[in-house]
């Protein structure tokens, strides 16, 4: 490819590279392909590596002689490299040279927005702030462009193209006519909601709920039902509506609210409970065929065995329907649907039709406003015989709005669909079962005999009952409780109503068929989507999709083979009020999730749908689980047991998913609401915890220092590992150091700051880490163990980041370890050949300057360290040797609460003397006794004040020997903040020999402890050198086997013996 050249009519400047086509995929007809490949400069998106300017210098050409500057590496792979004066108005840009200064903004685009795009198409991306801001390479005014991002049009005339074979070209249009059958709210949602819902009880039970609750509370009974139902359904739509819905429905609308926790729990169940409906749909089916065959004496085997072999038959044939495609089984649930339309007909063509004599020896007499008021009140019977023993009965045949929503992925726009059809298909079933009820109860007595015979002349008065007002004496089989007839006996009422009644014999066939296609096609496909998203193990065979619609063939069979297993069982009243039970918890939950979206305010619930109420999604979250222990109490929790177990798994793998639920909104709402109300409460000495400041640099540096605080503050207080940053070209890597503590499970923030020293970093992190009343109070950092090797600048740094945190009130801690705490040399040797991006990548020395390698570090093998091991029963020192305040105390007992210290005996030394060392011992006793410590073993040190060794004094001396200063004061030469003059040891001898004193002590003690805990020395900042502060450190820790952590409190209580 050439170059490509300018329109020479524009002459306006641009701010940015824009194109006219938005990126559209082009439909290529075969017999016009060149013309469509003409048009392929203006979707430049398409290619995939790269757009780049060519480096021209304008300052020694004329801008005439710009546009024949040498093309470089032109190749595909390598990406479209255009000459800047061959784009529109670049001639005048170049001439003022601002070409290199226009950003290259893109507009507002919908695929910068969409996580996929369609077939064909590439991802467009919007330039990051990098391109935008570092577009200017050099002088040469090179401009890197990211191949996502628009050029302006160019002449297409001159471009050439790369010729495209026709086969190709034909196949690539093949593939596009293979789009996925996707449907539309009616056919997809309400129609498919409406046979779901409609059922077995609305042929077989509601006339009989109708004889014994009465017409008004059977209305009531519906209504009840229709508010779980219809406040489901808003929640379903303000759930869908508030973003792009994929396929995996009441699973995919649960876990992307609430979390993978709860939403993997209800996903399996959910699915489980729908492969097991499909049992029980087909078993209704097969015992209305085992009941024909029985009246027309053609008994397969025996009725038991009957209804297994019509039910293996029955889920077979649905599951081909279900294989040839999502279109044959909308097909069928059409068909289903007419038929059981026409059964309603001829069901109400019925009603007004004159009765026959026979007819009204079974209670049929036609509408009757006797009858009507007869059967408006109740007349409860059976043991069943209560309102809510009814509405136990009733209330399954009110679910099954979920239907249209488990087949989210194969609708055309689910937002749209999911809360129009599921809604119509609410209102248009609650129609038709206040209908049938109040119809039936006003055309059918409620006791009947069905004998001919029971006829009464008009002139008889000895009849009572509202029968005789019709000429019938029902009398005799109401008193014996024989009546085989009528609306309280006859389940068939209304095949007896009906004008034509095997249409109502079809009708059942057609609800409990359908019922169980849409719960055949439901199970997998929601369980499809739980398997991608591997929440559990051992499922993700069952999550590959085949063809088009990306069928979940191997779900299909799954399902059909739980369901012939529950059909051979051909016992289900047990299992059916579980599966019930199972239906009410996804309705509570999701109920639950559109009104913890709403109360968690999050900016992100935005849904379309606004005729919802988030009390009112609380109210229906509780009125089902309400309902969940009215229907069976014993399935309810049976139901609850399975929901936690599965959720606490999911809760224990915490898989590495992140959906934006709002549990992550709550989360950060209840953070920021008590973040907040802290900041109203004084502190108290009581509620005193060490909140810790952890210069641990990149944290997988120094995992030592991290397990120490972490042991110490994890479930107690705060800890934030701080990173100074003193390179300004290189960018941490926050996300992979937080993943790498978090795959060690510490509980940490990670805060990184850029400054030009470590000092200045160090106490800008300590001004702003932390949020109210939840900011750090104690300052950790690991002993720089090569502090005699470094310069004598960053020596001076060091100790003044111990001084800053004194200046700033904070406590200090400083662990020395007796190998060093940085293990980044050993990291980098591991790592740097597999993982290193180039060979010749220079890592700083400086510890201020060190950055992990390029591995992310979340993969790095955990370096094990002495804090994550049992200690079992060794002793942890402590060296209380000032006061504090008690954070010297107050460390060593925390770590005493983690299960790998427990067993650890505590004693605490203390400075006396010899006359009142007894007295002193009791004193402390009593004090630790009233702290509530639990130490009890207190020595006192009566000889801390003798004179040091005369070898380890030397030692001292020539610890400090490179930093004396006394030679160079002769030569009038200024004299640097790390010497030690000799009138700084003459002001200091005592310290230093009481601390190599105190040494000397510590290898006599304590070199079988598990840890020292040693009160920090404290030195005027403006008279003590730090090279001396460094060497008194040093000598403190001079061959000391055992961990050593320096604690000073900034002199404030951190322990209290009262209680208020």
Same mark, same amino acid.
């Given at each position: 490819m050439?170059?490509?050249?300018?329109?020479?009519?524009?002459?306006?400047?641009s701010s940015?590279?824009?194109?006219?086509?938005?990126?559209?995929?082009?439909?290529?007809?075969?017999?016009?392909?060149?013309?469509?490949?003409?048009?392929?400069?203006?979707?430049?998106?398409?290619?995939?590596?790269?757009?780049?300017?060519?480096p021209?210098?304008?300052?020694?050409?004329?801008?005439?002689?710009?546009?024949?500057?040498?093309?470089?590496?032109?190749?595909?792979?390598?990406?479209?490299?255009?000459?800047?004066?061959?784009?529109?108005?670049?001639?005048?840009?170049?001439?003022?040279k601002?070409?290199?200064?226009n950003?290259?903004?893109?507009?507002?685009?919908?695929?910068?927005?969409?996580?996929?795009?369609?077939?064909?198409?590439?991802?467009?991306?919007?330039p990051?702030?990098?391109?935008?801001?570092?577009?200017?390479?050099?002088?040469?005014?090179?401009?890197s462009?990211n191949?996502?991002?628009?050029?302006?049009?160019?002449?297409?005339?001159?471009?050439?193209?790369p010729?495209?074979?026709?086969?190709?070209?034909?196949?690539?249009?093949?593939?596009? *006519?293979?789009?996925?059958?996707? @449907?539309?709210?009616?056919?997809?949602?309400?129609?498919?909601?409406?046979?779901?819902?409609?059922?077995?009880?609305?042929?077989? #039970?509601?006339?009989?709920?109708?004889?014994?609750?009465?017409?008004?509370?059977?209305?009531?009974?519906?209504?009840?039902?229709?508010?779980?139902?219809?406040?489901?359904?808003?929640?379903?739509?303000?759930?869908?509506?508030?973003?792009?819905?994929?396929?995996?429905?009441?699973?995919?609308?649960?876990s992307?609210?609430?979390?993978?926790?709860?939403?993997?729990?209800?996903?399996?169940?959910?699915?489980?409970?729908?492969?097991?409906?499909?049992?029980?749909?087909?078993?209704?089916?097969?015992?209305?065929v085992?009941?024909?065959?029985?009246?027309?004496?053609?008994?397969?085997?025996?009725?038991?065995?009957?209804? #297994?072999?019509? $039910?293996?038959?029955?889920?077979?044939?649905?599951?081909?329907?279900?294989?040839?495609?999502?279109?044959?089984?909308?097909?069928?649930?059409?068909?289903?649907?007419?038929?059981?339309?026409?059964?309603?007909?001829?069901?109400?063509?019925?009603?007004?039709?004159?009765?026959?004599?026979?007819?009204?020896?079974?209670?049929?007499?036609?509408y009757?406003?006797?009858?009507?008021?007869?059967?408006?009140?109740?007349?409860?019977?059976?043991?069943?015989?209560?309102?809510?023993?009814?509405?136990?009965?009733?209330?399954?045949?009110?679910?099954?709005?979920?239907?249209?929503?488990?087949?989210?992925?194969?609708?055309?726009?689910?937002?749209?669909?999911?809360?129009?059809?599921?809604?119509?298909?609410?209102?248009?079933?609650?129609?038709?079962?206040?209908?049938?009820?109040?119809?039936i109860?006003?055309?059918?007595?409620?006791?009947?005999?069905?004998?001919?015979?029971?006829?009464?002349s008009?002139?008889?008065?000895?009849?009572?009952?509202?029968?005789?007002q019709f000429?019938?004496?029902?009398?005799?089989?109401?008193?014996?409780?024989?009546?085989?007839?009528?609306?309280?006996?006859?389940?068939?009422?209304?095949?007896?109503?009906?004008?034509?009644?095997?249409l109502?014999?079809?009708?059942?066939?057609?609800?409990?068929?359908?019922?169980?296609?849409?719960?055949?096609?439901?199970?997998?496909?929601? @369980?499809?989507?739980?398997?991608?998203?591997?929440?559990?193990?051992?499922?993700?065979?069952?999550?590959?999709?085949?063809?088009?619609n990306?069928? /979940?063939?191997?779900?299909?069979?799954?399902?059909?083979? &739980?369901?012939?297993?529950?059909?051979?069982?051909?016992?289900?009243?047990?299992?059916?009020? &579980?599966?019930?039970n199972?239906?009410?918890?996804?309705?509570?939950?999701?109920?639950?999730?559109?009104?913890?979206?709403?109360?968690?305010?999050?900016?992100?619930? #935005?849904?379309?749908?606004?005729?919802?109420?988030?009390?009112?999604?609380?109210?229906?979250?509780?009125?089902?689980?309400?309902?969940?222990?009215?229907?069976?109490?014993?399935?309810?929790?049976?139901?609850?047991?399975?929901i936690?177990?599965?959720?606490?798994?999911?809760?224990?793998?915490?898989?590495?998913?992140?959906?934006?639920?709002s549990?992550?909104?709550?989360?950060?709402?209840?953070?920021?609401?008590?973040?907040?109300?802290?900041?109203?409460?004084?502190?108290?000495?009581? *509620?005193?915890?060490?909140?810790?400041?952890?210069?641990?640099?990149?944290?997988?540096?120094?995992?030592?220092?991290?397990?120490?605080?972490?042991?110490?503050?994890?479930?107690?207080?705060?800890?934030?590992?701080?990173?100074?940053?003193?390179?300004?070209?290189?960018?941490?890597d926050?996300?992979?150091?937080?993943?790498?503590?978090?795959?060690?499970?510490?509980?940490?923030?990670?805060?990184?700051?850029q400054?030009?020293t470590l000092?200045? $970093?160090?106490?800008?992190?300590?001004?702003?880490?932390?949020?109210? #009343?939840?900011?750090?109070?104690?300052?950790?950092?690991?002993?720089?163990?090569?502090?005699?090797?470094?310069?004598?600048?960053?020596?001076?740094?060091?100790?003044?980041?111990?001084?800053?945190?004194?200046?700033?009130?904070?406590?200090?801690?400083?662990?020395?370890?007796?190998n060093?705490?940085?293990?980044?040399?050993?990291?980098?040797?591991?790592?740097n050949?597999?993982?290193?991006?180039?060979d010749?990548?220079?890592?700083?020395?400086?510890?201020?300057?060190?950055?992990p390698?390029?591995?992310?570090?979340?993969?790095?093998?955990?370096?094990?360290?002495?804090?994550?091991?049992?200690?079992?029963?060794?002793?942890?020192?402590?060296?209380?040797?000032?006061?504090?305040?008690?954070?010297?105390?107050?460390?060593?007992?925390?770590?005493?609460?983690r299960?790998r210290?427990?067993?650890?005996?505590?004693?605490?030394?203390?400075?006396?003397?010899?006359?009142?060392?007894?007295?002193?011992?009791?004193?402390m006793?009593?004090?630790?006794?009233?702290f509530?410590?639990?130490?009890?073993?207190?020595?006192?040190?009566?000889?801390?004040?003798?004179?040091?060794?005369p070898?380890?004094?030397?030692?001292?001396?020539?610890?400090?020997?490179?930093?004396?200063?006394?030679?160079?004061?002769?030569?009038?030469?200024?004299?640097?903040?790390?010497?030690?003059?000799?009138?700084?040891?003459?002001?200091?001898?005592?310290?230093?020999?009481?601390?190599?004193?105190?040494?000397e002590?510590?290898?006599?003690?304590?070199?079988?402890?598990?840890l020292?805990?040693?009160?920090?020395?404290?030195?005027?900042k403006?008279?003590?050198?730090?090279?001396?502060?460094m060497?008194?450190?040093?000598?403190?820790?001079?061959?000391i086997? /055992?961990?050593?952590?320096?604690?000073?409190?900034?002199?404030?209580?951190?322990?209290?013996?009262?209680?208020?």
């Amino acid at each position: 490819m050439e170059s490509l050249e300018c329109s020479s009519g524009s002459d306006d400047l641009s701010s940015g590279y824009t194109s006219t086509t938005d990126g559209q995929a082009l439909e290529v007809p075969e017999e016009n392909v060149q013309e469509a490949l003409n048009h392929l400069n203006q979707s430049i998106d398409g290619f995939n590596t790269g757009l780049q300017m060519i480096p021209c210098s304008t300052e020694t050409q004329e801008p005439e002689e710009i546009g024949n500057c040498r093309e470089t590496n032109n190749s595909l792979s390598a990406g479209i490299c255009l000459n800047p004066a061959n784009l529109p108005v670049c001639n005048k840009l170049i001439a003022h040279k601002q070409m290199a200064y226009n950003t290259l903004d893109a507009t507002p685009r919908h695929e910068h927005y969409v996580n996929s795009v369609a077939p064909g198409r590439l991802k467009r991306s919007r330039p990051s702030l990098d391109i935008l801001r570092n577009a200017i390479v050099d002088e040469l005014q090179m401009v890197s462009v990211n191949l996502d991002q628009d050029v302006e049009s160019c002449d297409k005339e001159k471009l050439e193209l790369p010729e495209v074979d026709d086969e190709e070209v034909t196949i690539k249009k093949k593939k596009t *006519n293979l789009e996925p059958v996707r @449907f539309g709210w009616i056919k997809g949602v309400m129609i498919r909601c409406m046979l779901n819902i409609w059922g077995v009880i609305l042929y077989l #039970r509601l006339p009989w709920i109708t004889a014994q609750a009465g017409i008004g509370l059977t209305w009531l009974i519906i209504l009840m039902s229709v508010v779980v139902t219809s406040i489901t359904g808003l929640s379903i739509s303000a759930i869908s509506t508030n973003g792009k819905v994929k396929s995996g429905g009441t699973y995919f609308l649960i876990s992307r609210s609430l979390g993978p926790e709860l939403g993997g729990s209800i996903g399996l169940i959910f699915a489980f409970a729908n492969a097991v409906a499909v049992a029980m749909h087909t078993v209704g089916f097969s015992e209305t065929v085992r009941d024909l065959l029985i009246e027309y004496n053609a008994v397969i085997v025996d009725p038991v065995n009957d209804i #297994r072999i019509i $039910g293996v038959i029955t889920v077979t044939v649905l599951l081909f329907i279900s294989l040839a495609g999502m279109e044959w089984e909308a097909k069928a649930q059409i068909v289903f649907f007419f038929v059981i339309m026409i059964s309603f007909v001829s069901y109400i063509v019925g009603t007004i039709l004159p009765p026959s004599e026979e007819r009204q020896s079974k209670g049929f007499f036609s509408y009757q406003g006797s009858i009507f008021l007869e059967n408006i009140v109740p007349n409860w019977r059976g043991e069943t015989g209560t309102f809510f023993g009814m509405f136990s009965i009733f209330f399954p045949s009110a679910t099954g709005i979920l239907a249209g929503a488990n087949i989210s992925g194969d609708l055309k726009d689910p937002a749209v669909a999911i809360p129009k059809g599921t809604l119509m298909a609410i209102f248009w079933t609650t129609v038709s079962y206040l209908a049938i009820s109040a119809t039936i109860g006003s055309c059918v007595l409620r006791d009947a005999s069905g004998i001919v015979n029971d006829t009464i002349s008009l002139n008889d008065t000895d009849c009572e009952g509202l029968s005789c007002q019709f000429g019938w004496d029902f009398n005799e089989c109401q008193q014996n409780e024989t009546c085989y007839y009528g609306l309280a006996n006859h389940y068939q009422t209304m095949s007896l109503v009906s004008a034509f009644s095997p249409l109502i014999t079809a009708g059942i066939f057609a609800a409990t068929l359908s019922s169980a296609l849409a719960c055949l096609v439901s199970a997998p496909k929601v @369980f499809q989507c739980l398997c991608k998203d591997r929440l559990y193990p051992f499922i993700g065979f069952f999550g590959k999709g085949f063809g088009k619609n990306n069928e /979940p063939i191997r779900g299909y069979i799954l399902a059909f083979i &739980i369901a012939i297993a529950f059909i051979l069982i051909a016992e289900l009243n047990t299992i059916a009020p &579980i599966i019930s039970n199972f239906f009410l918890c996804s309705y509570a939950l999701i109920n639950f999730s559109c009104f913890h979206a709403s109360i968690t305010n999050s900016p992100g619930w #935005r849904p379309s749908f606004r005729y919802y109420n988030k009390w009112t999604s609380l109210f229906g979250a509780v009125v089902s689980v309400v309902i969940m222990f009215l229907l069976t109490w014993w399935a309810a929790i049976i139901a609850v047991v399975i929901i936690v177990v599965l959720l606490g798994y999911v809760t224990y793998k915490k898989p590495d998913v992140n959906w934006g639920s709002s549990v992550q909104a709550g989360a950060y709402n209840m953070a920021l609401t008590y973040s907040v109300s802290l900041t109203e409460v004084q502190e108290h000495v009581k *509620n005193f915890r060490p909140q810790c400041l952890v210069l641990t640099g990149p944290p997988n540096f120094r995992p030592a220092l991290v397990d120490f605080v972490s042991s110490v503050t994890k479930n107690t207080s705060l800890m934030i590992c701080g990173n100074v940053v003193t390179d300004s070209d290189k960018v941490p890597d926050s996300e992979g150091h937080l993943r790498w503590l978090n795959t060690r499970k510490v509980r940490s923030f990670y805060s990184v700051i850029q400054e030009s020293t470590l000092q200045a $970093g160090a106490k800008s992190l300590m001004q702003v880490s932390g949020l109210g #009343r939840l900011k750090p109070n104690t300052v950790v950092l690991g002993y720089k163990s090569n502090w005699q090797k470094i310069p004598g600048q960053c020596l001076e740094e060091y100790v003044g980041i111990i001084n800053d945190s004194f200046d700033c009130q904070y406590g200090v801690c400083v662990l020395h370890i007796k190998n060093g705490l940085d293990v980044s040399q050993q990291v980098q040797g591991q790592y740097n050949l597999a993982f290193q991006d180039s060979d010749d990548e220079v890592i700083s020395d400086t510890e201020a300057e060190k950055e992990p390698p390029t591995i992310a570090p979340e993969i790095m093998n955990q370096t094990n360290t002495e804090f994550q091991s049992s200690q079992g029963r060794k002793s942890i020192h402590i060296y209380w040797l000032y006061d504090d305040g008690g954070l010297t105390l107050l460390i060593p007992y925390l770590l005493t609460r983690r299960k790998r210290w427990s067993q650890c005996r505590v004693h605490v030394y203390i400075r006396g003397t010899q006359e009142n060392a007894e007295e002193e011992r009791k004193e402390m006793q009593l004090l630790l006794e009233k702290f509530r410590l639990g130490f009890q073993d207190v020595v006192v040190l009566t000889d801390i004040d003798q004179k040091p060794h005369p070898k380890n004094m030397q030692l001292f001396e020539d610890l400090i020997a490179p930093y004396n200063v006394d030679d160079q004061r002769g030569n009038d030469l200024e004299v640097p903040l790390w010497g030690i003059s000799e009138k700084d040891l003459l002001n200091h001898t005592a310290k230093s020999e009481r601390y190599v004193r105190i040494n000397e002590i510590l290898q006599q003690n304590s070199q079988d402890a598990a840890l020292i805990a040693i009160s920090l020395p404290i030195a005027i900042k403006s008279a003590c050198p730090s090279s001396l502060y460094m060497a008194w450190l040093e000598s403190l820790s001079r061959d000391i086997i /055992p961990p050593i952590a320096f604690i000073r409190g900034n002199q404030q209580d951190t322990l209290t013996i009262y209680c208020q």
